[in-house]
């Protein structure tokens, strides 16, 4: 790598900018998780929104990203744990008998990975679908990822990237935390799982890293969330901050007013201590429009700090 990919790759050098995304994921999921969203539009500390274009509430998410301008919106890719939008007589290898994807993201993935000569097609054509639903109302997603990360699945991270390309996205999610964090918050609790969560995503990153590359599209440093899933509070946010390393990080939050861990994360994100300790670092509040803008593509992704 070059000096200078490493300088944008957010090594640590006085005097620049580092930038933080925070996105909510799951938006249109629900009218509980699109207040949630809305709320912390208001509170100043969302900055991007991925939208489900099978969410049951996806139309009024439509309508509220029109109220909030500054929000940048992507498209939270479903092949697992929801409803398509193609009809699944167009699918049917991908749905059940009810027309709905499997809810198991595990599940999912190793049926479409032992039927991937079968099933390719038809996995292009529903991402396809979605990325056009959201287009078709106006919105040029600035970003794509995928409801619980199944885009990091071999064959289906070819496919979102390749049509994510196609359409000029810029910004994909992979989802990597630094060691440092993991250890850091972590260790206390003992907490295995994010561990071998950490080393299983790294693994796999390391293909998609060059395929992201390949495609032009460009990621975080730094992605968090993974190990705090389902436990995003305003006391992990807190913790979480002081570990953020990188001159691009993201992190992202599932805040719905109709469940535990989403009020919690909620609240979080509209926490006035959070944001005021996260201004006590120094980061720049961004969605993934402004960074586009503010840091142009010059031929090469953001490497993941590892360590």
Not at 172 to 189: A, T
Request: charge should be negative; charged fraction near 20%.
């Amino acid at each position: 790598m070059t000096n200078e990919a490493c300088h944008f790759a957010g090594q640590d050098s006085a005097g620049q900018d580092r930038y933080l995304v925070v996105v909510a994921d799951d938006f249109g999921r629900s009218a509980s998780v699109n207040r949630a969203v809305a709320m912390a539009c208001e509170a100043g500390f969302l900055t991007a929104a991925s939208l489900m274009a099978g969410g049951d509430a996806f139309e009024e998410a439509v309508e509220l990203a029109a109220e909030y301008p500054r929000l940048s919106v992507g498209l939270h890719v479903m092949l697992s744990d929801g409803c398509p939008v193609l009809s699944p007589a167009d699918i049917p290898d991908l749905v059940n008998d009810e027309g709905l994807f499997d809810k198991s993201p595990m599940r999912a993935g190793i049926a479409y990975w032992r039927l991937r000569n079968k099933v390719a097609c038809q996995i292009e054509a529903e991402v396809r679908a979605q990325f056009d639903k959201l287009e078709d109302t106006g919105i040029r997603p600035t970003h794509v990822d995928c409801h619980h990360h199944l885009h990091m699945h071999p064959l289906l991270f070819a496919v979102i990237a390749k049509e994510a390309a196609r359409r000029d996205v810029a910004w994909i999610r992979i989802p990597l935390e630094p060691w440092s964090f993991v250890f850091g918050l972590h260790s206390p609790i003992l907490n295995m799982k994010a561990f071998f969560m950490r080393l299983l995503f790294g693994l796999i990153a390391i293909r998609n890293l060059r395929m992201a590359r390949e495609f032009g599209l460009r990621v975080a440093s730094n992605v968090y969330g993974l190990s705090g899933t389902g436990r995003m509070n305003e006391e992990y946010l807190l913790a979480l901050l002081p570990y953020v390393k990188g001159m691009v990080n993201e992190i992202y939050l599932h805040p719905d007013l109709d469940s535990s861990p989403g009020r919690e994360e909620m609240k979080a994100a509209t926490s006035v201590r959070v944001l005021d300790r996260l201004k006590s670092f120094g980061f720049r509040l961004v969605g993934f429009r402004e960074l586009s803008a503010l840091l142009p593509y010059v031929g090469f992704v953001t490497d993941p700090i590892t360590h």
